[in-house]
């Protein structure tokens, strides 16, 4: 007796869709797990180095000082108060520099993050293409639409595979992901100030900022690891409603429902050997 799976579920002959996708969201809080202990425990260190006091003047903006404020101390400052004065400005200049590498590494590895998940949505929609067209000799391929990345492939499923596509507003929250990928991986998330389309659209999202550059007119994007796990999510959804969308073509196991029954009546039969 073969398993038997429940109406649409049966996955055979079918494109199996992102098969390793869902297993990114526990890699990712893993990781950033891992991050936040590994940061928390270097913020106590640099505290303890360098001293409560220099990390509350940092945190009020008063690190590192003017060239003006350095002068005037300087100036007016003499003998073992100066030198406690300059080691003190010293130590918080060290600790300014610290926290500012903490910093880095924490956009370093969520920038990654977010290149790393887009590159394998493409990745993921291309295969759904090409593995369509092969299973149904389509003498028309991916490689023969213009274009490329996101819209060739979802042009591709629409007007070839003939696919009803996700909802509107999981594609429009996908195409500013992926233009804030590009940013990332072409100019370090940097965003030139003619860019007005991109700011603006940055400006309106909930979980991403538009920062100042410090020696230059553009602008810089900002996001931390709540917007990684909200495009892993997003992404996940699409392919959810892409599999239930057009289920004669496409599966993934998540969408699988075993015959419970067929289940036990198996399990009771052979209990001896399982």
């Given amino acids: 007796m073969s398993p038997k799976l429940k109406g649409i579920n049966d996955p055979r002959n079918k494109i199996s869709v992102a098969p390793n996708w869902f297993l990114l969201y526990d890699y990712l809080f893993q990781m950033s797990n891992f991050l936040d202990q590994w940061v ?4 106590k260190n640099t505290k303890k180095k360098y001293g409560k006091s220099c990390i ?17 101390g300087e100036k007016t400052k003499k003998g ?17 520099v610290r926290l500012g590498d903490l910093a880095e590494y924490e956009d370093a590895f969520y920038y990654s993050v977010l290149i ?3 590159s394998q949505f493409e ?3 291309n295969n759904i293409c090409n593995e369509f067209a092969f299973q149904h000799s389509k003498k028309i391929k991916l490689v023969d639409f213009n274009g490329k990345g996101i819209y060739r492939a979802t042009k591709y499923m629409e007007k070839v595979c003939e696919f009803k596509l996700p909802k509107k507003e999981l594609f429009f929250e996908i195409i ?4 804030i990928r590009n940013c990332l991986a072409h100019s370090g998330g940097e965003i030139n100030i003619d860019n007005k389309n991109l700011l603006e659209r940055i400006k309106k999202h909930k979980l991403l900022k538009v920062i100042d550059q410090e020696f230059s007119n553009n602008k810089r994007v900002f996001f931390n690891k709540k917007y990684c796990n909200f495009i892993v999510k997003i992404t996940k959804r699409y392919f959810l409603d892409l599999v239930k969308k057009n289920h004669k073509f496409l599966w993934h196991w998540e969408l699988v429902k075993m015959d419970t029954k067929l289940d036990k009546k198996i399990s009771s039969t052979y209990k001896d050997i399982l």
């Fill in 40 to 43: 928390s425990k270097e913020l």
């Fill in 56 to 72: 509350r003047k940092i945190k009020r903006g008063e690190v590192p000082i003017s060239k003006k404020e350095e002068t005037e």
């Fill in 80 to 96: 073992v108060a100066l030198e406690k004065w300059r080691y003190e400005n010293l130590k918080c200049f060290l600790a300014f």
């Fill in 116 to 118: 790393n998940i887009f």
């Fill in 123 to 125: 990745h993921n929609l």
């Fill in 176 to 179: 500013l992901a992926r233009d």
